[in-house]
């Protein structure tokens, strides 16, 4: 078998996320049912999960088959494939290379625009908040999410999963149309980066304070934060090997 590093992109509006589950519309399912045109003899792994309604720009997969990919079964799969999904590289790797075990670096972005800028054309790939941002509130916490803390607080934990994650960049821009979150890190544990946005934007509003913030940081609570941001807004950037 030979094996293939694929780059996929994908609006993940009307999917149930990107794992494939019985029964519901995913990401993963289009594809291995396309793929299944060409070939039912294959091994196939993903960088990570995105959840219902949310994109990627640069969804990475292993592939290990027979079939000889080319231009041609490319085009052809992208074409079956439709408006939603694409397959925009590929090229033979190694034979150990796996997608999600062998990732070292993992960049999302989430997009919002607020009262002062609402563009519907937008909200497919951004959340239309109804008030208005503060960018430097919005970077004044977001600066708190760098280095490596247990995050249990800011996401959704799998029984005995190990909560530790290090952020290596955690900012806000301003941009004409919108504000873009930049999160770079090791790796993301379910929900995680929806509701760091959806703390940060809740610390705008007053909702929930600065020392909140780091408290549930340093002494995470059972409970966790209860301010996630829609999916809408978020896309799986890029994912560094």
């Known amino acids: 078998m030979t094996n293939y590093k694929l780059s996929i992109s994908y609006d993940g509006t009307d999917y149930y996320?990107?794992?494939i589950q019985k029964d519901k519309i995913t990401v993963q399912g289009e594809f291995?049912?396309?793929l299944e045109v060409f070939t039912n003899d294959y091994e196939l792994n993903y960088s990570g999960r995105t959840d219902a309604g949310v994109h990627a720009k640069a969804q990475i997969l292993s592939l290990k088959t027979n079939l000889h990919i080319n231009h041609k079964i490319i085009n052809?799969?992208?074409a079956l494939l439709g408006?939603?999904?694409s397959i925009n590289s590929f090229k033979p790797t190694t034979k150990n290379f796996h997608a999600r075990h062998d990732a070292v670096q993992r960049t999302y972005k989430y997009f919002v625009s607020d009262n002062n800028q609402r563009y519907p054309y937008l909200k497919r790939q951004s959340f239309l908040y109804s008030?208005?941002?503060d960018i430097k509130m919005l970077n004044k916490a977001s600066k708190l999410f760098l280095g490596e803390h247990n995050f249990s607080s800011y996401s959704k934990i799998s029984?005995?999963?190990n909560p530790n994650r290090e952020i290596s960049k955690s900012k806000w821009i301003k941009k004409r149309d919108y504000y873009e979150y930049t999160v770079i890190g090791n790796s993301f544990l379910r929900n995680m980066v929806?509701?760091?946005?959806?703390a940060q934007i809740a610390f705008c509003e007053n909702k929930i304070s600065y020392h909140d913030?780091?408290?549930n940081l340093d002494d995470p609570k059972k409970q966790r934060v209860n301010h996630i941001a829609p999916p809408n807004g978020l896309i799986l950037w890029n994912v560094k090997y």
């Open 194 to 198: 929806r509701n760091l946005v959806g």
């Open 159 to 161: 029984k005995n999963q």
């Open 32 to 34: 291995q049912k396309v």
């Open 83 to 85: 408006r939603d999904i």
């Open 17 to 19: 996320g990107f794992q």
């Open 213 to 215: 913030l780091i408290q």
């Open 131 to 133: 008030k208005e941002l």
């Open 76 to 78: 052809s799969m992208n």
